[in-house]
DNA sequence: CGAAATTTTGATCACGTTCAACTTCAGTGG
DNA sequence: CCACTGAAGTTGAACGTGATCAAAATTTCG
């Protein structure tokens, strides 16, 4: 599906210039849909970078309450973001996939007001969030990078408030699942009709405010109207339209930073 | 309760300068609490205001769909941001009150997601968002300064998700109310024990996914509970630790931003 | 003052939760 | 290789919360 060597990501935009042995960094992939990152600019990035973590399954990231004072940018592997509440009930506030940064918004709050854990072993590239602003000062785009993605995650998680709060949990499902393959795509990781899916059912169903067992019927009910497939974490958009059609789902890309000439 | 007159903020920080004139502007007292903003840096951004909007109560500002590329800085006067559905529903995503941003993260993204309807009378701010970008550039402090502010955004969206998705609606009611307090104290226009609250019922049930009938209830509840009083679009705290305890309210605030010595 | 918006109350009922049991599957050690 | 274990997925029955609909009371505003 891609031919092209150097591309990154398939929409109509000017293809940025992404060096060899960045190509696979979904982090980058992401970037490469507002802005130009220029040879130097990959540099000082990756300059920051204190170290590679490897991760394992399950294994917590951020503790709630705990202060971070880190970024993380997901190398690869899924983690997910929650909070656990006073009745033992737990609600999931997003989904982290490759190309995400952990520690966004919980670096910039003087709390982390949420824990993250790991669904699946994961890598990290991990840095400062100090010598981030450090470089934010000497090369302001990146700090405009930061306000974008932070952005971006403000609007996922806005989408999930309409979902939890007014859709039907058919709907909810179906626009919950449209957007991990959505979010998925930007990174260059899901093909036109199929994406992993490595959550379990409890996990969604944390994420959606809804109980293990209506979720297990509400994707019964989208398997049995041939509108989703699931093999193996995997899941298979057999009706996309269709199923974009009940879930109303607009993706939501970011624009372009508008970025001055002289800069 | 403010005897200093330079006091922007009742917290225990170094006060931030704040040139006479400013000291009203309650976007500016909500910067001050991480960022500390010189004489020539409030000129830097006054000179960006293309003009001061006033705007009428129920008044269309952003439409679901269509670009915005403008930021708007509430002076004063409440709105709300909300989304629309197929069946008639309406999900308020998140209320804008003095010192909030209009257009983050709706100017961020390729199309508005949602709709910003102002609910009392307003006077706002607006700059084009090209200028602002253009003024992170050649002052980097300002991009993270809208960075911190699209995640205190983000943050105040996650609340409302686990509000929604797992909280009882008495839980929720009470979260939304201190939610509401604490981020009016932040920029001043808060007492200790009361703030203005111009929503109605039906405004606060849209955002928490309950049924005008049942928030009413359930508010009928707070207030037999002897928990607060409402009179006048206004909103008694007659027991707030008994309510952060119910709510298991933790306000979060921003840290300030470790700008570099040399910056 | 009259009209419209908002708040309040009540009765009914559907949807989704809860709880419990059972199945399936992946991984592990005997 | 199979027995065992724990996690994840599936199904059913009963219950209760909060939605829905309708109407009255109250407030707001032109």
């Known amino acids: 599906m891609n031919e092209l060597p150097l591309r990154i990501i398939d929409r109509n935009r000017p293809a940025a210039v992404a060096p060899k042995g960045w190509r696979e ?21 990756f300059a920051l970078i204190e170290c590679e973590h490897p991760i394992k399954k399950r294994r917590e990231l951020v503790l709630d309450g705990y202060p971070f004072g880190k970024l993380g940018f997901i190398k690869d592997g899924f983690a997910v973001r929650y909070k656990l509440l006073r009745n033992g009930k737990r609600q999931i506030v997003s989904f982290l996939l490759p190309g995400d940064v952990i520690g966004l918004p919980g670096s910039f709050l003087d709390r982390a007001a949420h824990s993250v854990i790991a669904v699946t072993d994961m890598t990290l590239r991990v840095c400062a969030l100090d010598a981030f602003v450090n470089l934010c000062c000497r090369e302001p785009k990146f700090a405009l990078v930061l306000t974008w993605l932070a952005a971006q995650e403000a609007a996922v998680y806005a989408e999930r408030i309409i979902s939890i709060g007014r859709r039907t949990p058919t709907e909810r ?63 298979f958009f057999t009706a996309m339209p269709a199923l974009a059609q009940l879930a109303q789902f607009q993706p939501v890309n970011p624009v372009r930073i508008p970025m001055p000439a002289f800069a």
């Open 173 to 235: 499902l179906a626009h919950f699942l449209l957007e991990i393959h959505s979010r998925l795509s930007a990174v260059d990781r899901a093909d036109d009709a199929s994406c992993e899916l490595p959550f379990t059912q409890e996990m969604m169903s944390d994420a959606l405010g809804l109980s293990v067992p209506h979720l297990n019927r509400t994707l019964r009910q989208l398997r049995a109207g041939g509108l989703v497939a699931i093999d193996d974490h995997r899941i």
């Open 25 to 45: 960094e979904p982090f980058i992939a992401r970037l490469c849909n507002f802005v130009d990152l220029t040879r130097s600019d990959l540099d000082a990035l």
